[in-house]
T-cell receptor
Framework: DGGITQSPKYLFRKEGQNVTLSCEQN?????MYWYRQDPGQGLRLIYY???????QKGDIAEGYSVSREKKESFPLTVTSAQKNPTAFYLC?????????????????FGPGTRLTVT | GESVGLHLPTLSVQEGDNSIINCAYS??????FIWYKQESGKGPQFIID?????DKRQGQRVTVLLNKTVKHLSLQIAATQPGDSAVYFC??????????FGKGTMLLVSP
């Protein structure tokens, strides 16, 4: 059963602590993405990775860090420098980033992690 | 469940009606568009996509219309069902960059 998994579904942390959100995919996709979603807003891109050992900042990367040591995994660390970390975090993947070879650029999303920092 | 619908534009319809959800996009260079459906507490699911060389594309019970002149996209859902209740997002890209998502519209279907 292929797909993207994110764990845990709910995460609670105290202010000042770093926390790492897990994202794993078994779709053999090259590209992976992290988005943040706040109530009443669309998805905002935090970081993305087109290939293993490479990643790029998205629109709101400040206070976050990522790594891409394996094709299947793209963990996101929310650091204490992130001023408003409470949000719903979504991980996604796609065959590649763009329409270079395919006719579709569908991003497959995981179920999300709700992070609450108090 | 997780609420992502606070302060979103909302469309309320009766079961069996046709629904039309609109999206204005921002980048005139965008040439690929996707509609996603997001149910409460879940990740978005792909519904349908369209390239800029088309102005209409049909799927099962859904139709996407693209008007590049006014940078407008719409999603039509035929015979709307309670299971269609969700937040719907459009996303745009030039085709070789990241996706930019709209803020979304909440669709509420009454039995």
């Amino acid at each position: 059963d292929g797909g993207i998994t994110q764990s845990p579904k709910y995460l609670f942390r105290k202010e000042g602590q770093n926390v790492t959100l897990s994202c794993e995919q078994n779709l053999n996709h090259d590209a992976m993405y992290w988005y943040r979603q706040d109530p009443g807003q669309g998805l905002r891109l935090i970081y993305y990775s087109q290939i293993v050992n490479d990643f790029q900042k998205g629109d709101i990367a400040e206070g976050y860090s990522v790594s891409r040591e394996k094709k299947e995994s793209f963990p996101l660390t929310v650091t204490s420098a992130q001023k408003n970390p409470t949000a719903f975090y979504l991980c996604a993947s796609s065959i590649e980033m763009g329409l270079y070879r395919g006719s579709t650029y569908e991003q497959y999303f995981g179920p999300g992690t709700r992070l609450t920092v108090t | 469940g997780e609420s992502v619908g606070l302060h979103l534009p909302t469309l309320s319809v009766q079961e069996g009606d046709n629904s039309i959800i609109n999206c204005a996009y921002s980048n005139s260079a965008s040439d690929y568009f996707i509609w996603y459906k997001q149910e409460s507490g879940k990740g978005p699911q792909f519904i349908i996509d369209i390239r800029s060389n088309m102005d209409k594309r049909q799927g099962q019970r859904v139709t996407v219309l693209l008007n590049k002149t006014v940078k407008h996209l719409s999603l039509q859902i035929a015979a709307t069902q309670p299971g269609d209740s969700a937040v719907y997002f459009c996303a745009e890209t030039t085709g070789y960059s990241t996706l930019t998502f709209g803020k979304g519209t909440m669709l509420l279907v009454s039995p």
